[in-house]
């Protein structure tokens, strides 16, 4: 009589090997599936008015990053309504920035979706759970938030909202911050609040201003120059800017308080420039 040939029984690394093919393949489709039913959303962004200060601007800036997108730049009036497409699952920060020729000032901004739903004037027709309103507050945030992403850090972990609170509470003006090392500081786990303190500041003249020349941060104080157009300003390091009388000033101040100054018109021609 032949023998009964037996059937061999698969091995424990036969069947590892399976169950990982058949995991990866199931995570594949799992995957698939989130890009086929969790599209990006449709997000109504309204404009918010410009501040006093910033009534001689042309209008808004508007751009917008996450972990894994950049969205296009945008040019939109006080007042309009710009749809974005965000992404469903994951933040985004929205900064806009005001318009002054070829010049940009600090932004304003908000987080999404931590900041969907709030409150808006005017009539939009939209889900008002998903209408994003930028404010100045919000420009710290969505900033620190860019600082982050840009160096391949998840601003989803950390309080961004909170951060731009404490800094307003405890800062003059909370663009005298840091924002560059305050990121790295908040990657590595070492960030605290008594970090956001206002710098020492340095005395700086300027002259031929031809008028009132308003900060570009929301926080920062006009310039009223002089009859002769000129001014005395106490200055933080770092860079700085204010936009008046088509000029535009940038005062320049390092760490040792050494600092330099150049006036320009708000089409990039320079009119004045003063080196240390």
């Known amino acids: 009589m032949g023998m009964k040939k037996q059937r061999s029984t698969p091995g424990l690394s036969s069947v590892l090997s ?4 058949f995991a990866l393949c199931m995570a594949s489709l799992y995957q698939g599936a ?42 939109a009036a006080p007042g309009d309504t710009l749809i974005l497409f965000l992404p469903r699952t994951s933040f985004a920060a929205i ?66 909202r909170r951060f731009a609170g404490e800094a307003e509470l ?9 924002l560059a090392a305050q990121a790295i500081a908040v990657a590595e786990g070492r960030f605290r609040a008594d970090y956001l303190r206002t710098p020492d500041k340095t005395l700086v003249g300027v002259s031929g201003l031809l008028g ?14 002089g009859a002769q157009g000129q001014a005395t300003l106490a200055v933080s390091p770092g860079v700085h800017r204010w936009f008046g009388c088509t000029q535009e000033l940038v005062v320049s101040v390092s760490s040792d308080g050494s600092s330099e100054w150049i006036l ?13």
């Open 18 to 21: 399976h169950l990982f093919s």
């Open 34 to 75: 989130c890009t086929a039913f969790w599209p990006d959303l449709a997000v109504p962004v309204v404009l918010p008015a410009l501040p006093p200060a910033w009534s001689g601007a042309d209008g808004w800036e508007l751009d917008w990053r996450s972990m894994a997108m950049v969205g296009p730049v945008l040019f």
């Open 95 to 160: 900064r806009c920035r005001p318009v002054f020729g070829s010049c940009r000032g600090l932004p304003y901004g908000t987080i999404w979706p931590l900041d969907a739903g709030a409150p808006v004037s005017g009539d939009v027709a939209a889900d008002p759970e998903r209408v994003l309103s930028p404010d100045a507050r919000g420009g710290l945030a969505a900033e620190l938030a860019f600082c982050l992403y840009q160096g391949g850090w998840d601003a989803a972990c950390f309080n961004l």
């Open 170 to 178: 405890r800062m003059t003006d909370p663009w005298d911050s840091d």
């Open 212 to 225: 009132d020349m308003a900060s570009d941060s929301p926080w920062g104080e006009t310039i009223k120059p």
């Open 264 to 276: 320009r018109g708000t089409d990039g021609r320079v009119m004045q420039k003063v080196l240390p």
